[in-house]
């Protein structure tokens, strides 16, 4: 059975991610991107479903993790009877093929260590071929089914029930090197790595990427984290930035909640481009700009709300039955049905972080203003649609107020593009739209009796991403009406004193009621605190939500307060750029 989910660590090299158990077992990982079909999925099953287990023999024996300073190196220390031996797990910085190093070094004693290699490609559907070379100076394993092959180097495996173990002892001072690269199956074997090499360049250029940030807050060491997070999960070569390392880990225990976060969003990418440019990542920009570019090409009204890591945009929904799902969770999904549906707030989304792009000092290009213009173009025509909103609801589309609110922003970065910037484009046209939105929202958009903002127009609802309204301009943290929002979104949506998204039971959402709290909208209201006076309130809360971290510092997409575990898929884009902001709030407020 998987671990909590608390109980992995990722482990990275910018295009795909392993996730390793606290009893080090891989139990997540795909190759060669993070989209690709999982050839280790215990996570949404068991071992025979793909793991590769390195841990001592003894089964009472203790670790503690840690990542190796400013790197994605995991550094896990077990304890024995017998002695002490460190594993150090990690993805090198990718050159040719996608490969994971695990390098044992004994402490002290003498300790005895298992391996338990399980391939499943295919998402568990295809049981590879496997053969010894002997031709090798490494005793070396290939195992090939379909497109996929990989090669093992390191001690010698032996065949054992549609799997290979490995048994061997580590004495003090003795390094073993166990080494996997993925390949494509019809090309030849990749030649041998030199681990050593391998493992101080991964960790100068992690540590020389955390070097340039730029924060000095009270949450330092979680806002670098959550930094080297968001860049984990942006693909080097596209620019993209998937919004989570895994699919179908459930937002509700045991129900069907469970979606594929394996893809772009232009939402939480457009965000997550936000942190990394608040603190200093302008090259991170560049580059994503330019996979937005490549992304949306084509006609404006062919926007889609998000992509594959390279831009792709066929992205059909549909169920495994070789996956179980985590702890029975089904189903488990690949794809996302919400790549059709209508979100009024993305352009928003993209407008607001290409203008921080703009006041960080990244110039357009020939192409990066147009695409703006054409953007806005299609806002004219589409902005007052009736959208799925922020949280992509499979219900009936509504006149979601967070959505409103960032066309109003779209039209208002837009504006500030011509003004500010001396950018050509109808200004006379966008003020006027940007103008008649807020009269909308205004009119239909809030409750003048109980003093909030609704979650849609006409709904006595609220909703969590209106704590948005202030943080991208459209009125002031103290704002009476902001403060309003504030005390109702409290009262309706405060839960175990964390934030829930909406009230599932009313939302007409398409889906049955129940989740948990959602990490990302507790710390909005941080912020908000923050921006609003109640510093004291902020740090508390900030101190609580930093404390569901795990014990390497990363956070799921919800957290269930009850059972005292996280929940959704990990690490979340969307939880680290959210603690980010957070962050930098209670710095801003002399915290």
């Known amino acids: 059975m998987a671990l909590n989910i608390e109980d992995y660590a990722m482990i990275s090299d910018c295009h795909t991610a392993a996730l390793v158990g606290r009893d080090g077992s891989i139990d997540w990982l795909c190759m060669p991107r993070y989209d690709s079909a999982s050839m280790f999925g215990a996570l949404l099953g068991d071992e025979d479903h793909g793991r590769w287990l390195l841990a001592p023999e003894d089964e009472n024996a203790t670790c503690i993790r840690s990542y190796a300073g400013d790197t994605f190196i995991l550094k896990t220390v077990w304890t024995t009877d017998s002695g002490e031996v460190e594993v150090l797990d990690f993805m090198p910085h990718r050159d040719d093929h996608p ?27 295809a049981i ?28 010698q495996f032996e065949p054992v029930d549609f799997g290979h173990v490995s048994r ?84 509700q225990f045991g129900g069907g909640r469970n979606w594929d976060y394996r893809y772009v969003w232009l939402r939480d990418a457009s965000l997550a481009l936000s942190a990394l440019l608040v603190h200093g990542y302008e090259e991170e920009a560049e580059a994503w700009r330019r996979w937005l570019l490549r992304a949306v090409a084509g006609g404006p009204e062919d926007v889609q709300i998000m992509y594959g890591i390279a831009g792709e945009r066929h992205l059909p929904e549909r169920e495994l039955d070789s996956l179980p799902g985590y702890r029975g969770a089904a189903p488990v999904r690949v794809g996302n049905g919400a790549v059709g549906q209508f979100q009024a707030d993305i352009i928003g989304e993209v407008m607001v972080a290409l203008h921080k792009a703009r006041e960080a000092g990244v110039e357009e290009t020939e192409s990066s203003w147009p695409l703006q ?14 959208d799925q909103g922020i949280w992509e609801m499979r219900g009936e589309p509504r006149e979601f107020t967070h959505s409103r609110v960032m066309v109003w922003a779209a039209f208002d970065r837009a504006v500030r593009a011509v003004t500010d910037f001396g950018l050509d484009g109808p200004l006379e046209r966008w003020t006027a739209h940007r103008d008649a939105v807020r009269r909308t929202i205004e009119k239909h ?13 006409g709904s006595a609802e609220v909703d969590a991403s209106l704590l948005v309204l202030a943080h991208v301009g459209f009125c ?47 710390f909005w209201l941080v912020a908000q605190y923050a921006n609003s006076g109640r510093l004291d309130e902020a740090k508390a809360l900030m101190e609580r939500l930093v404390g569901f971290a795990n014990d390497v510092g990363l956070l799921s997409e919800e957290y269930d307060v009850k059972g005292a575990r996280q929940a959704g898929n990990t690490p979340q884009a969307f939880s680290h750029l959210a603690l980010v902001r957070a962050a930098d709030a209670i710095l801003a407020a002399g915290g």
């Open 128 to 155: 590879p071929w496997v053969r010894q070379l002997t031709d090798q100076p490494t005793p070396t394993l290939v195992a090939v089914a379909g497109p996929d092959g990989v090669v093992i180097r390191g001690p």
């Open 476 to 522: 002031e943290p103290s704002d009476p009406r902001m403060l309003g929002t504030v005390a109702a979104i409290e009262e309706d949506l405060l839960e175990d004193g964390l934030l829930m998204r909406y009230r599932t039971e009313s939302s007409g959402d398409g889906l049955e009621p129940g989740e948990n709290a959602f990490l990302a909208c507790s």
């Open 373 to 386: 213009c054409a953007l806005m173009s299609y806002l004219e025509e589409h902005g007052e649609r009736p």
């Open 168 to 251: 061997f002892t580590v004495e003090p001072g003795e390094t073993i090197d166990i080494h996997l690269v993925w390949f494509d199956s019809y090309r030849e074997i990749p030649e041998p790595t030199d681990v050593d090499v391998a493992r101080k360049d991964s960790a100068e250029w992690w540590k020389n990427w955390a070097h340039s940030c730029d924060h000095d807050g009270p949450y330092h060491d979680e806002v670098v984290r959550s930094i080297l997070v968001l860049r984990a999960l942006s693909n080097e070569q596209t620019g993209g930035i998937v919004a989570a390392a895994t699919t179908s880990l459930p937002e």
């Open 99 to 125: 490969d994971v190093i695990r390098i044992v070094r004994g402490v002290s004693g003498t300790v005895a260590m298992k391996q338990d290699l399980r391939i499943r490609f295919g998402y568990a559907e």
């Open 445 to 457: 958009g809030f409750d003048e009796e109980r003093n909030t903002y609704t979650q849609s127009f």
